[in-house]
């Protein structure tokens, strides 16, 4: 409302005005005949839906995969612990949320095999750097909450800082420990035989 010269109350001029009729819908939503938008309004309420839609069909999207831990794949032990850490040339995994893209049906393990461990598998990849030098795990397999990749055999021993990165969005970086030997045991499902797994 607006205050004129004689002390009286005049209603403020409107924005141009659209009636829907019941007829009319706006995203599927019905509108009754008694209702007027005004033109602002009804771009405004577009823009919402939109963004709204846009949320719906592609949950978290723009959110950043996040590394929770990182293991030697034979022995699950623990940072600090002995035998803990990741040698080179053998299978680690990454744990977290929001890792890789989803799928449906079984887990497919990558083979070795020619060509080789893709480097990128479900939207996710892998980085590593130690003492300088970068490298690029292959995957044996990519789930949104734990990766497995086998770690190459240049890489250096010490400190070493992975990232993941997932549809092209990286994680923060999370530390762990490259070392030159960390035994560990698994177990090989059909003939009930335990194997020993040696990193290096």
Not at 13 to 28: E, N, T, V, Y
Not at 92 to 112: R, Y
Not at 125 to 135: E, F, K, N
Request: glycine residues 10%; proline residues 8%; charged residues 10%.
């Amino acid at each position: 409302m607006l205050w004129n010269s004689e002390r009286n109350f005049r209603p403020a001029p409107l924005l141009r005005q659209r009636r829907f009729s019941k007829d009319h819908a706006l995203c599927g939503i019905g509108f009754d005949s008694r209702i007027w938008w005004n033109s602002y309004n009804v771009s405004r309420l577009g823009t919402i839906l939109s963004a709204l839609a846009l949320a719906l069909l592609l949950p978290g999207a723009n959110a950043a995969p996040a590394t929770t831990g990182v293991l030697n794949n034979y022995s699950y032990t623990q940072p600090g612990y002995p035998n803990s850490g990741v040698s080179p040339s053998t299978l680690f995994i990454i744990t977290g949320t929001g890792l890789a893209n989803a799928t449906s049906g079984p887990v497919t393990l990558q083979s070795s095999a020619s060509p080789g461990l893709p480097t990128t598998l479900n939207g996710a990849s892998i980085s590593v750097s130690v003492g300088g030098a970068t490298v690029t795990p292959g995957l044996y397999y990519a789930l949104p909450a734990q990766l497995a990749a086998v770690l190459p055999a240049a890489t250096p021993t010490g400190t070493a800082s992975v990232t993941v990165t997932l549809n092209g969005t990286p994680s923060a970086a999370f530390q762990f420990q490259v070392v030159p030997a960390a035994p560990g045991f698994g177990y090989l499902l059909g003939d009930r035989r335990w194997y020993g797994h040696s990193d290096r």
